[in-house]
């Protein structure tokens, strides 16, 4: 319903009902009542300002004798200072303050009365040093300014609504009191300091009290500049202010020249301009107190005005009420009976126009009323019909039995309007929708508010359908409820598509194992989250000698029994080959050592279990790493994985990892101050190779070099590649590093008679871009037949089928193939023989331990014997010392690599030495 159909109910429903004299009676209520409301609001605003003022003149002659009591204060602390150094001339000038003090204490400060008797010179102690004396005066009068403050706030002079008033109270009680106790404390403190000359420490006190003075004299100069005071208190505040300049002026000669001056001297100068600061104060004071007592006889004067122009006011309203009354009263008789039509509900009324006044244009104004709630009315059918036609409409009554059922509902459900007329809405939504939910809704139908949410409803063929229902109570014209409306729209095909999307946004289709994502998702939610993560073995393997789909049986089988074999956690398949456990650790010691049982049952039941592939039995091998944390949850996975990873880099089968944040955090802004230094050290050519030299153990020449990574730093440092490289290969731009070091390489042995060997990785493998970069400079190299690509024998090679193609592809260049550190990973003989290996490197490990055992010369012979048949070249590594370098020639090592033979060294110096 709009404003103006509230406004036409209004005159149907009240106004039309009452009589004339009820509704003069009316006018004259809402003319009387606001006016009274305004006439009173503002008689009361004026005797309020009147009481203020009162109470605010009363509350100054207080701040006055307070502001007195301060003064007296601070010349009792200056006197009391120099008596204790020895002046005991001032005992009389004591003693006199002292009444004065005693005198305005028991009147007016009686709550501040035990620290002031402390500070009067019979209570002072023969040993109380005089700064401890000065410092405790101090501390009280602090007190006594804060408290001025706090009175004067609370009384509300400083917030008076006239400006003058806050300006000269601000003035008056903060201003210059704290003015005054800078100067009585640099009078104190300088009387007393200069009895026996400045010393560098009581030079230093008084420079920060004539610092603060300064500022002070300053904001008090800016004050007086606003022009805002009358002209006697300008002046008197100008007096003041060349006082206070003389008196810097001659603290500042003190302070600087060493200026000697009689302490008696200075204090009772110090004392004429603190008298003179207080003078000001009081004389302001006074300003208040006359501003004040204007103010408040004038609220007085208003407030009887306001009466009296109320009471006119009221009697005149009157007199004009009572006229128009009798005037109208005749006309007025004749309207009723058709009034008394209308509100009756007779909206086909004929109404015939008395005359063309007043009278007339209200009764216009009244078919017209009625024409539009006509309209109102038709358009409220068509809605209904709009709404019937497009949603489902059910009607119960305030205990929720249905009463009403339109067509769509049919539609939907299949059950005809009188199969539920009569029955509760449970009967269709009772069967399927969560309780909670229902619950819910009959607590807004209790209260007779609108709901809304989703309602799983039940089809006569027993089939579920969801709807987004809104539940609206229609209200009787007493405010009760006279039914509910309740309209749905059917959402069953949205949901069922939602069900199934968030399905495979969180469950694997493979296994109908939760994946990834749930995972991520349940880690928030658990109290003391735990997790192992599962990697298969070697199941690539598995993959290409049986195929795919015998893999995915496979993993199908794991799942099964991960399902079966874990109650105390939520198996996940988060990979390929990974799977994972999440446990909630709710007691920590009794399910820490359970769940390590957990997972060592679960991986001895998963490597026993054997797992059936078109009539095979496979038995596999499982790696797992396990982290649990209650604070570090969003890395909890990646620390899992980083455990796993450990645990197979050890080949270790349950590994945990113990999370340290302290020292993570520490790592982690090292790695990125690193980072950025070798990223700073790429843009600027500052990663470049040293070389060193490979010998050729039968002609006892350096034939070949290795080049190495190194990182110059700004200031020159080199940087060796362990403390560099591993980030690198998590940073993801180690392929760059490849391609600046080939580059260089390149460049620095075009012209050089040796071979020379880069270092290759699998992440250089896999970035289709760097290949072909390393492809293009092969292409324009006329040294590629010199060149020696070194890969690491490790299992992060994730596919061999990567570096075949690559060892084919630089073959073709002419180029050759070498294997570093070989021994010390799972070696592959097969792969030796695919790749077509031109040199075998043998890692450090085991060439440094043939001196001394007899099963490192063993396996080196080994290695020697079986590359020597096939054709390979064998290098030794890590050659250090004369010892070593025997036994290597001995065995019929082809090459020798190491310090003995010559340490990594940039290009200048590798061609001064070799050529």
């Known amino acids: 319903m709009n404003l103006k159909e509230k406004v036409n109910s209004f005159f149907r429903n009240f106004i039309l009902r009452i009589s004339i004299r009820q509704k003069l009676l009316l006018l004259l209520a809402f003319i009387f009542i606001p006016l009274g409301i ?3 609001s503002l008689a009361y605003k004026e005797s309020v300002t009147y009481i203020k003022k009162s109470r605010e003149i009363e509350c100054l002659e207080t701040l006055e004798s307070e502001l007195k009591l301060i003064s007296l204060l601070q010349r009792h602390r200056g006197l009391t200072f120099l008596y204790l150094i020895g002046k005991r001339e001032v005992a009389d000038q004591i003693k006199q303050v002292e009444k ?50 706090d009175r004067a706030l609370s009384c509300g002079i400083l917030e008076d609504t006239d400006p003058k008033v806050r300006y000269l109270s601000d003035l008056a009680l903060l201003g210059l009191p704290q003015v005054s106790e800078l100067i009585g404390r640099i009078r104190g403190l300088g009387s007393g300091f200069l009895v026996n000359g400045l010393n560098g420490e009581e030079k230093e006190k008084l420079e920060k009290l004539f610092k603060v003075l300064v500022g002070q004299q300053y904001l008090l100069s800016w004050t007086a500049s606003q022009k805002m005071f009358s002209e006697d208190v300008n002046s008197e505040v100008s007096k003041l202010l060349k006082k206070l300049k003389e008196y810097e002026a001659l603290v500042e000669s003190i302070l600087i020249s060493n200026l000697r001056v009689n302490p008696f001297d200075f204090f009772q100068i110090s004392s004429e301009v603190q008298s003179s600061t207080y003078e000001v104060s009081f004389s302001l004071l006074k300003s208040i107190k006359s501003c004040l007592e204007l103010k408040k006889a004038r609220s007085l004067s208003v407030f009887f005005l306001e009466i009296l122009i109320f009471t006119g006011f009221s009697l005149l309203i009157s007199f ?23 509100l009756q509900g007779n909206y086909e009324v004929r109404v015939k126009f008395i005359q063309n006044d007043e009278f007339g244009r209200v009764m216009k104004a009244m078919l017209r009323a009625l024409n539009r709630l006509k309209h109102s009315l038709n358009l409220l059918q068509d809605y209904k019909t709009a709404v019937d036609e497009s949603s489902i409409v059910i009607k119960t009554d305030p205990s929720g039995i249905i009463s009403y059922a339109n067509k769509k509902f049919v539609e939907m459900t299949g059950y005809e309007a009188h199969e539920v007329i009569g029955k509760h809405v449970t009967f269709l939504f009772g069967t399927y929708t969560k309780e909670s939910t229902l619950t819910e809704m009959f607590e807004f139908m209790r209260k007779g508010k609108l709901w809304k949410g989703k309602l799983t409803g039940r089809r006569k063929s027993g089939q579920r359908c969801i709807v987004d229902t809104t539940l609206v109570p229609v209200r009787k014209r007493g405010g009760g409820i006279l039914e509910f409306v309740i309209v749905c729209h059917d959402i069953t095909e949205l949901e069922e598509s939602r069900e199934k999307l968030y399905y495979l946004l969180n469950y694997d289709s493979l296994t109908g194992l939760p994946n990834r994502n749930k995972l991520i998702n349940d880690i928030k939610l658990m109290n003391y989250p735990a997790l192992c993560v599962i990697d298969i073995s070697d199941f690539n393997r598995v993959n290409e000698l049986f195929g795919e789909d015998c893999g995915d049986e496979i993993l199908k089988q794991i799942s099964e029994k991960l399902k079966f074999a874990v109650k105390e956690g939520i198996p996940y398949r988060i990979q390929s080959d990974e799977f994972a456990i999440l446990f909630d650790l709710f007691s920590e010691e009794d399910n820490e050592e359970r769940l390590f049982e957990v997972i060592k049952r679960v991986l001895n039941l998963l490597e026993t279990s054997s797992y059936s592939c078109d009539d095979m039995s496979i038995y596999l091998n499982f790696y797992a790493g396990i982290v649990k944390t209650k604070e570090d949850r969003e890395k909890i996975l990646s ?28 790592k982690h802004i090292e790695n990125v101050f690193l980072l950025k230094k070798i990223k700073f050290a790429l843009a600027n050519n500052k990663i470049v190779p040293y070389y060193q030299p490979i010998l050729n153990n039968t002609t006892g020449k350096i034939e070949k070099f290795e080049a190495l990574a190194r990182m110059i730093d700004e200031e020159g440092k080199v940087i060796p590649p362990g403390k560099f490289l591993p980030l690198v290969k998590r940073a993801g731009i180690y392929p760059e590093i490849t391609l600046k070091i080939l580059k260089n390489v390149m460049q620095d042995f075009e012209s050089l008679p040796f071979d020379v060997s880069v270092n290759i990785s699998f992440e250089d493998l896999i970035n289709e871009k760097s290949l072909k970069v390393i492809f293009d400079m092969l292409k324009t190299s006329s040294m590629s037949d010199r060149l020696i690509f070194e890969i690491l024998e490790t299992e992060e090679i994730e596919s061999y089928e990567l570096l075949y193609r690559f060892v084919k592809e630089v073959k073709s260049f002419n180029c050759k193939f070498a294997i570093d550190d070989f021994g010390t990973g799972y070696s592959n003989l097969e792969n030796l023989l695919k790749f077509n290996v031109d040199y075998l490197k043998i890692d450090g490990s085991i060439i440094r331990r043939l001196p001394n055992e007899e099963s490192a010369r063993i396996l080196v012979e080994a290695i020697v014997d079986f590359s020597r048949r096939l054709g390979i070249k064998t290098v030794a590594e890590f050659v250090s010392d004369e010892e070593i370098f025997s036994e290597v020639k001995r065995l019929g090592i082809d090459y020798s690599q190491g310090w003995y033979i010559g340490k990594p060294e940039p290009i200048d110096l590798i061609k001064d030495k070799f050529l």
Request: hydrophobic share 40%; aromatic share 6%.
């Open 320 to 342: 004009l009420a009572y006229s128009i009354y009798v005037s109208i009263v005749s006309s007025v008789k004749e309207l009723l009976e058709i009034a008394d039509a209308i």
């Open 100 to 149: 004065d003090i005693l005198r305005l204490n028991d009147n007016f400060m009686k709550n501040h009365s035990s620290k002031i008797q402390s500070l009067l010179i019979a209570n002072i102690k023969l040993n109380t040093s005089p700064e401890e004396n000065f410092y405790r005066h101090t501390h009280v009068i602090e007190l006594l300014l804060k408290d001025l403050q």
């Open 639 to 666: 620390h899992a994985e980083l455990a796993l990873k450990e645990a197979k880099k050890r080949r270790q089968k349950l590994l945990e990892l113990q999370i340290r944040k302290e020292e993570e955090e520490k």
């Open 38 to 40: 305004i006439f009173f």
